[in-house]
C-alpha cells in the first residue's frame, strides 16, 4: 500500500513573493465595460501549523499602488471619490480559519476579515494549491509554492464610492468587484532581495 504524498507548504512561516503574484480586480466600468487592475506593493506571510485548519494568513496591500494601466484612472481611484489612500493607505487581509472544498483537487476555502476604506468584513476566498518549485534565482536556498484564490465583494459594503452616475445610466464603477489572486509563497523573507534589485514591496 503506497502512502498519499503531502502537499502545501510545510510547518514553518512562508512569505508572499510579490515578485510573482499577482493581486487582480476586475470591475464594471462606464456601466458596459470592464476594466482589469492590480496592486503592484504588497507584503504578507502564512504561518502553517502542523494542523493546517489552524494555519494564519496575514497579507497587506499599498492601496496607492492601484494600477490599472491608465494613470489618471489611477489617480482618480487613489481619490477620495474611491479608495481615498491619504486616509485609508492599506488593503488588509487576516484569516480566521479554513477548510476542504470539493471544488477541484487541491482546494478549500479561506475565511478571514478583509479592510478596505477603513471598514472590516468577513470573506470567502475559494482556493487551490497549485502547485511547487525551487526559486529560479536562488534554487539552492528558496523554495516556492504557487495557489489560486477568487471572491467577489461589493464596493457599498466597504463605504468606497463608485465615482456617481452616468449619463446614459448606471454608475461610473459597478458595485461588484472580482479578486482573483495567483500567488506565490517562499520560505525566505524577500525584503533582502527586493531591496538589492530597487522593488519597494
Sequence with gaps: ????????????????????SSLIFVAHYLRFGRVQGTFGRARGHVLVTGDPARSEVEVVLDAASVNTGVGARDAHLRSADFLDVDHHPEIRFASTGLEPSRRGQHSFRLFGDLTIHGTTLPVTLDSQWVGESPDYVSPADTYGHFFSANTRIRLSDFGVGDGGEVPWGGRLVGDTVDIVLEVRLQNQDPRPFLQQIGHTA
Design 1 to 20: 500500500m503506497t502512502s498519499t504524498p503531502e502537499i502545501g507548504p510545510g510547518p514553518g512561516t512562508w512569505y508572499l513573493d510579490p515578485l510573482h
